[in-house]
């Protein structure tokens, strides 16, 4: 089996809730999403998506995205899909780092595998250990009365582990959390997460305002490493990992050095399933928790999200998102779905999704053989 043609389309996804809010001033109302389609000779196809969080979140956006796979699709064109090592070799060869623009190709190529061995993906990830994993919500920035509402707006929808946004003046900050933790119960978890919007002493004061509070995760506070390194040392509230993990070197020097209780596995950010499968492994035996999830995105990203939980120990899994319960457009008939705060994982082969190829519009780029 060989590649014969790949297509780049774009698909604009509208946040459900309006307006999604972070640290700094970031706010999100659409977000261009790419979505890859490789073909074979056989006839197989195999979907991949990634979508940035925009183009100051990380140092990724759409564009790049699209522009670094007009050189990435020439090289795996003639390449056997299932031989995912080559496939990666190749487009690591055709251009360095721009990892979650690969990763939408490896993880198509991860789909025709399924597809073509008559297996799902989370078979192919090492085989199904839960049926299904609980799902987090994002509580967009605002006032500690307004993300305390939204979260029992949320809490009443079954969902029992949140994400604050927080990241802005620390005491302020500290109140929306304590507010939160006080308005929800012992089967609730909370993240507050500055999404790197504290320097160092603001992120030190933030976490001895939050340090007494029950079922409080610390996560990204600061933009660099050893920022978050030095924050590590003086709470003991469990620190969550997320913008300054990439790769297995900064995973581990988290791990050793920070002290991490859990790190955020972004799959595109990573560079798709490969590598996602790689970190996740390390994380199982290292004994630290993951979050699994992406940047943004919709069905088919919430797809590759619920493979990867529904292989990963229970244990091991801190929480998921479903990317696609956060927009309003889906290209599969908003497959996977939650169930009251609870997600699975499709069952079907490769991803286990019928993407309606008329919700995908004409090709941006289309590569042949």
């Not at 061995?117 to 609980?134: C, E, Y």
């Not at 939204?150 to 304590?178: S, W």
């Amino acid at each position: 089996m060989r590649i014969t043609q790949v297509d780049v389309y774009d698909v604009e996804l509208t946040y459900v809730h309006g307006s999604y809010v972070m640290s700094g001033g970031r706010v999100i109302d659409s977000l261009p999403s790419t979505v890859v389609r490789v073909t074979t000779d056989s006839g197989l196809q195999g979907y991949g998506e990634v979508c940035p969080l925009g183009s100051t979140y990380l140092a990724s956006h759409a564009g790049g995205a699209r522009a670094a796979l007009a050189l990435l699709a020439p090289a795996v064109i003639g390449l056997d899909p299932t031989n995912l090592a080559a496939v990666n070799d190749a487009m690591d060869a055709a251009l360095m780092g721009h990892e979650y623009a690969k990763s939408p190709v490896d993880i198509a190529c991860w789909d025709i595998t399924g597809k073509a061995f008559g297996t799902s993906v989370t078979t192919l990830l090492g085989g199904l250990r839960q049926d299904r994993f609980p799902l987090y919500m994002a509580v967009p920035f605002g006032s500690p009365a307004e993300m305390t509402d939204y979260v029992l707006a949320r809490r009443a929808e079954g969902i029992h582990r949140f994400q604050l946004k927080v990241g802005g003046d620390p005491v302020v900050d500290g109140a929306r959390a304590r507010q939160v933790i006080e308005a929800t119960g012992e089967d609730d978890l909370v993240v507050a997460d500055a999404n790197c919007g504290w320097r160092l002493n603001d992120a030190i004061t933030a976490a001895r305002l939050m340090e007494d509070l029950p079922r409080l995760y610390f996560e990204q506070p600061c933009p660099t490493m050893e920022e978050c390194i030095e924050v590590r040392k003086r709470t003991t509230l469990p620190m969550v990992y997320d913008e300054v993990v990439h790769d297995v070197p900064t995973m581990l020097r988290a791990v050793r050095e920070g002290g991490a209780g859990a790190f955020n596995l972004k799959v595109s950010k990573v560079g798709g399933l490969t590598k996602a499968k790689l970190m996740r492994d390390l994380a199982q035996d290292l004994g630290i928790q993951v979050t699994i999830e992406d940047t943004w995105g919709g069905d088919l990203v919430s797809a590759c999200s619920a493979h990867l939980a529904a292989s990963t120990r229970s244990e091991s899994l801190l929480t998921v998102s479903f990317m696609n319960d956060w927009t309003n457009e889906h290209v599969a008939g908003y497959q996977p779905r939650s169930v009251n705060g609870f997600g699975s994982a499709p069952t079907g082969p490769g991803l286990g999704l019928d993407v309606d190829e008329t919700t995908l519009g004409a090709p941006l780029l289309t590569v042949t053989s």
